[in-house]
């Protein structure tokens, strides 16, 4: 009577857990599955490359180079805000705050690294872009510069957080030697404790930039939807997120349209997988590094 | 003195492996009912993984295999088939280092009497108070029975611990180096104990301190690098031995 | 001397990045808050929108957001902890721990809008469940799974092995040893992750773009099948939808702060659980 039931409960168990594999996996067979005709039907490097985003026309032209420049192009942007300040924040916090402050500031950054994207589009459409409109004298402040300064603010918590766990878990061993040897703060800090935490900041800009190459909201709100390749920060882009968001209410199931977002999110995807592999090999690196084992 | 050695547990040709590692090599023992039984020796001698055999507590360990046969009551408990849960009622154990559960002083001794399937609160509370004045710990805990246990000191713990066990009215009880982590008067307090329980029950203890299997067991078995050296009487064992192994043990040449 | 200096310009800084960092994020909560106040009321919280979505209340969207994140941790959460606890406990074969480790690693950082993409053609097309409450749960719940997944198996992982032994060794079943200790020792940091996954759910907008979302909605959602309205899908829609702008901004204000409200409480609930917990367990 015991066994069986035992029995049972650990059948239950292995069968949800089975399920669970099979949703993750699903995952990635429906994106390969439903992109497959588009990387049949059209020539992959012309969809890779090709200049001309039109998926209305008959025939569409989908040729997705632009939204790719777009995703860049803002990334590039959020990070060049959100590596100094992120990183500075968490040294400040690590080195500079004392107990009182850090008890306070930790939680609070981490409690910050949950506002949801849409309000940073809402804020960014709302105040920034007719704020930054009005400083650069452009057309519109919906372009990819406010999409960056969104997405680089959204992303500092989740950077700030993380280095910050990496400077901390250097050991104290490490800060004593250099003092012993008569350095003063900031040279121990950049001589001795970030080359030490050098691999946890990497990993957390990579994140950072995981985070923000997948945000779809804010871009979808703010980078102002024009998909021609970029030439600036002041004009408006079609990062690949937002063209899935925003296109895939009117494409038909089973278009070419239809299966070119899918393509998109496959690929997506992939640079989400390249980006968390990179930061599970560094800090997997990091740990045997600083001694602490696997 | 041979009328009162009943033969309690009988291990038989017992060879236990971790992986391919041999870490008992041919063990044959009897344990005397109602006797302290002792095990020395320095550690990695496979004391403890002898004594976890007792109540296949190994079973939990990752790729081991065990031969030969220990008898209790007419059953092998080495066999596969031998019910873990049915034994581990009978032979209770007493780990190294305090393990209380995170929950009240109460709870902690009254769960093994609800995973036995006892509901009611009366012969609940008269065993819990039952085990816990049988472990000397009641006078001080009685007024604070729903505190948490972590709260208590490292001795009380490790009676708490005691009691646990008893409440499961065990009959035979195996103590891993149950003083290991205590200061002195609380390892006095847990030696006094078990020369009470011995009354009651067959104690089987592993323990580093030579002085205190002396002070508190009936027999001593002195084992090296996997191997049963010398099992005797407590008295033989420390005055007279007969390896040459275990003199050089006792009187502190390695270990 | 010169050291000194440097000293003091290195510090003076990093102080300024901590304090831009501060200074950025507090805007954007005072802005919503300070816009969004004023046109919180009774009315807001409890009526359904007039005239278009240029008056009234947000009430449906409210119900709608907690209806899509109740249904995505009531599949999520069994689902997850079964599968940390069979990995933890029951010492699988080292196919599923890692084939399981991952596919938790890699979609953790998964676009939330590819989850979209999943829904859409799982949940709203393959299943048919049509653009509902039901599919945008599941999707929600999918999103959040590989976090509860991780924060149950990081919470199991940190129960003494001892805590296992002394049940065992009292004559406790395997289930009893699981559902009486070991599961009550790892809930706090179970309950830590869940709700930090609740969080996560209510916020998100991109998953539940086209397998729920609908800008107008009459009333409450009577069925698992129908459309819903939800909090941050309203002020997205408030925003690019409809004609008059003069109107709906205010409303997206009041959305928009409900919505940050909602999710920094949330938030802050989890982590002071956490740290509680988290000291509780150091003595």
Not at chain 1, 34 to 56: T, V
Not at chain 1, 129 to 145: D, E, H, R, S, Y
Not at chain 2, 121 to 127: E, L, N, T, Y
Not at chain 2, 138 to 158: M, T, Y
Request: proline letters at 5%; glycine letters at 8%; aromatic letters at 10%.
């Amino acid at each position: 009577m015991r066994n069986y039931k035992e029995k049972i409960i650990q059948i239950l168990l292995t069968s949800l857990a089975f399920a669970s594999l099979f949703f993750l996996i699903g995952i990635v067979f429906i994106l390969v599955k439903e992109s497959i005709p588009i990387i049949s039907e059209i020539n992959f490097l012309e969809f890779l490359f090709g200049k001309e985003w039109y998926p209305s026309r008959q025939p569409p032209q989908l040729g997705i180079f632009p939204l790719i420049t777009a995703s860049l192009l803002v990334t590039a942007g959020a990070l060049s805000i959100c590596i100094p300040l992120g990183v500075g924040a968490a040294l400040y916090i690590n080195e500079l705050a004392g107990i009182k402050q850090k008890k306070i500031l930790k939680p609070l950054i981490e409690i910050l690294a949950g506002i949801p994207s849409i309000v940073y589009g809402f804020f960014g459409m709302l105040i920034a872009a007719p704020f930054i409109q009005k400083i650069f004298n452009i057309p519109t402040g919906l372009c990819a510069l406010t999409a960056s300064v969104m997405l680089g603010i959204m992303a500092i918590p989740t950077v700030t957080s993380i280095s910050e766990d990496a400077l901390s878990s250097v050991p104290k061993s490490f800060k004593e030697a250099s003092y012993a040897l008569g350095a003063n703060r900031i040279q121990t800090l950049f001589k001795v404790i970030i080359p030490a935490a050098a691999s946890g900041i990497s990993t957390s800009i990579i994140l950072g930039a995981s985070r923000i190459v997948g945000e779809t909201m804010t871009v979808l709100m703010v980078s102002g939807g024009a998909a021609v390749v970029a030439k600036s920060f002041f004009v408006p882009v079609r990062p690949m997120t937002s063209t899935i968001a925003a296109e895939m209410g009117e494409a038909a199931v089973g278009s070419p349209h239809y299966h070119a977002l899918f393509a998109i999110g496959l690929i997506l995807f992939l640079i989400t997988l390249i980006f968390n592999a990179g930061a599970e090999h560094i800090s997997k690196k990091y740990r045997i590094k600083l001694g602490l084992g696997r | 003195m041979s009328a009162e050695n009943i033969i309690r547990i009988q291990a038989e040709n017992v060879n236990f492996y971790y992986g391919r590692h041999k870490a008992l090599k041919n063990i044959n023992l009897d344990f005397y009912n109602n006797k302290v039984t002792s095990f020395i020796g320095p550690s990695g001698c496979g004391k403890s993984t002898f004594i976890r055999l007792l109540n296949k507590m190994n079973d939990l360990v990752a790729d081991t295999k065990t031969e030969g046969n220990i008898w209790l009551d007419g059953e092998n408990i080495l066999h596969d088939k031998a019910d873990a849960v049915k034994i581990r009622r009978k032979v209770g154990m007493v780990f190294q280092k305090p393990n209380p559960f995170a929950k009240t002083i109460f709870q902690n001794v009254s769960y093994g009497l609800e995973i036995n399937g006892e509901k009611n609160k009366k012969i609940i509370s008269d065993k819990v108070e039952e085990s816990l004045k049988k472990a000397a710990l009641w006078n001080e805990v009685k007024d604070r029975l729903a505190d948490n246990a972590l709260k208590l000191s490292g001795g009380q713990q490790q009676r708490l611990c005691i009691a646990r066990c008893l409440a499961v009215e065990p009959e035979v009880i195996l103590f891993d180096e149950p003083c290991a982590s205590l200061d002195p008067i609380s390892t006095n307090k847990i030696e006094e104990l078990i020369l009470e329980l011995k009354k009651q029950y067959t104690i089987v203890i592993v323990t580093h301190n030579m002085q205190q299997a002396a002070r508190v067991s009936d027999w001593t078995a002195f084992m090296y690098l996997g191997e049963l050296i010398e099992f005797a009487s407590t008295d033989k064992i420390f005055t007279v031995p007969k390896e040459k192994k275990t003199e050089e043990y006792l009187s502190g040449k390695f270990g | 001397m010169k050291n000194k200096i440097v000293e003091n310009i290195g510090f003076i800084i990093i102080t300024l990045c901590l304090l831009a960092t501060l200074f950025f994020l507090a805007l954007i909560i005072y802005f919503i808050f300070a816009k969004g106040i004023s046109v919180i009321s009774w009315e807001f919280l409890t009526c359904a929108p007039r005239k278009a979505m240029t008056a009234g209340g947000v009430a449906p969207a409210i119900a709608g957001t907690i209806f899509l994140t109740l249904g995505a941790v009531i599949f999520a959460l069994p689902l997850g902890m079964s599968c940390a606890i069979y990995l933890n406990e029951y010492n699988p074969s080292g196919f599923i721990v890692n084939a399981v480790r991952i596919g938790v690693n890699n979609l953790a950082g998964v676009p939330s809008v590819v989850f979209g993409l999943f829904g859409l053609a799982v949940f709203v097309k393959f299943l048919g469940f049509g653009v509902s409450v039901l599919s945008g749960s599941l999707t929600l719940g999918i999103l959040i799974l590989p976090a509860i997944i991780s924060a149950s198996q990081e919470a199991l992982t940190a129960v003494p092995q001892s805590v296992r032994e002394a049940s065992l060794a009292l004559g406790a079943t395997k289930l009893q040893t699981i559902v009486k200790t070991v599961i009550p020792s790892a809930l706090p940091g179970i309950m830590t992750g869940v709700i930090l996954s609740i969080g996560r759910a209510a916020g998100e907008t991109a998953p539940i773009l086209f397998t729920a979302a609908a800008f107008y909605k009459r009333g409450y959602p009577d069925s698992p099948f129908s459309e819903v309205m939800a909090l941050p899908y309203h002020i997205y829609a408030l925003m690019t939808e409809g004609t008059r702008p003069e109107l709906q901004t205010p409303i997206a204000y009041g959305c928009a702060l409900l919505l940050l409200a909602i999710v920094l409480l949330i938030s802050s609930a989890a982590i002071i659980l956490r740290n509680k917990y988290g000291r509780y367990y150091v003595s």
